[in-house]
């Protein structure tokens, strides 16, 4: 991904560089100034001192007292002190009577001339070094005297020196070595930097600082614009990062970002799909209330780097699929009565064609007695609209597939008493997979029969303090060992069908839950099961009011 409308600003192996070299610069020009003003005091100091040492050697010398105390002081000293200059290593080696005039010095059209410099100290007795612009040019040098054998007399003057040049030249070869370290960490910090460019960006895709920093803003921006859920997960599975709308369908709060998915609270089915090491492809999981599509896909590059996790919600698609069956179903049952209706129809027409009115009549009133009664007998003990339609409706497709649908006599429920905090569209979910699941169970059993109660638990404080949803069938029951694992997604003792199957039981407790209802199963008297569904009726006037046996439905949500 490129940004063409942003100047590319230098590499970033460029900028590194670049600071390398200015620092390794300042450093290097200010280490070699304090080298060159520390170094060139140190070495002027230790020439003064080499060259006392010479002037001193030179002056005990008992083959110098000798010497001096010759005629010709010159013949017998100059070869010996060109030879202790060359030994020493020192620029020159005079030796000069008490007066200063040399008896020999390197350039022998010196010699006999008056030595330039100070030697009153020297005449006093007292070793000296000073710094003075000679014959030679200027010197770091030392005076000393020559005491006759008795030591009671000083009979001549000895100075040796070094030139300044010499020193400067010292200094200035320890400044170049230290340039040459310097030039040699210079180029070695440009090979590692480009080492380590080249690595960064095989990491970064050949992006640099710039275009990394906006591909990030952008990325922010887009993660927390879409309301899709995303989850990018680490390879210890820890949340990475969660955007806003992951949060929503989640329902987490507070700071994820490096917790575990397992500690996130959600339930078992979802946290098992997290923190599965297999991608997983739209699949259906129930949290407390909603219905999520999930998709994983594992990150790798070489080995496991995390997992990518996409959230759909799609409660409101499943709520309306569920009535778009229920009304599918009702089409299905109203073909099947048109086409029966048109039997009906053929029959009567062909009695009064063979002139038998009566037995028409009798046979028209009957069916519509029949028909009447039905629709009295729900309506007589289900007054609520919602739930007499639905259970209408039911009838009509049981009958279809061959399974009996009956409203028990204890039903009883007045139309007006549901408060508005139990939508229809919940009732709808609940009694209506709870039916469907009763008929496919009833079915093919000997008696295939399905029988709904609906009616009020009574309680103080307030009208109805609960609704009572039970559905029992003649089917197989339900094994007490799977008395949970009914409700949970997934879960079915039947083959799975083209939308797959063990979604209605969940759905039915994520609604009963989020009502803060009860959901049981049991065995029915007769055989088969029963399913009993406790809402609490929050009063429509009293508020939430005492309600008795109301209570949260125990186990993971589904």
Known sequence: MRFPHVPRPRSLAGQLFGMQAVLIAVVVAGYALFTYVSDRSQAEDAAGRQATAVARSVADSPSVVAAIGTSDPTAHLE???????RDTQVDFVTIMNPKGIRWTHPDRNQIGKKFLGHIEPALRGESFTETYTGTLGASVRAVTPVYDTGHTRIIGLVSAGIRVE??????????????GVAAGALALGAVGTYVINARLRRHTHNMNATELSHMHDYHQAALHAVREGLLMLDGQYRVALMNDGGRELLGVT?????????????????????????ERVDEVHLTASRVLVVNTSPVSGGERRGTVVTLRDVTELQSLMGELDSERGFTQALRSQAHEAANRLHTVVSLIELGRAEEAVDFATAELELAQTLTDQVVSAVNEPVLAALLLGKTAQSNERGVELVVSEDSGLDDGLLPDSLPARDLVTILGNLIDNAVDAAQGSLRARVTVTARTAGGAGASGSALVLRVADTGAGVDPAHAEAVFQRGFSTKPAGP???????ALVRQAVNRHEGTLTVAEAEGGGAVFEVRL????????????????VSTGDDA
């Open 79 to 85: 070869t010996y002190s060109l030879r202790v200059q």
């Open 166 to 179: 010499a020193i400067t030249q010292r200094v200035q070869d320890q400044v170049t070595a230290l340039i």
């Open 254 to 278: 507070g700071d994820v970002v490096g917790r575990s998915v397992a500690d996130l609270g959600l339930p078992a089915p979802l946290t098992g799909a997290l923190l599965s090491s297999e």
């Open 499 to 505: 939308g797959g199957r063990g979604l209605g039981l």
């Open 536 to 551: 609490p009726l929050w009063g429509k006037d009293s508020g939430a009011a005492g309600v008795t046996g109301a209570a």
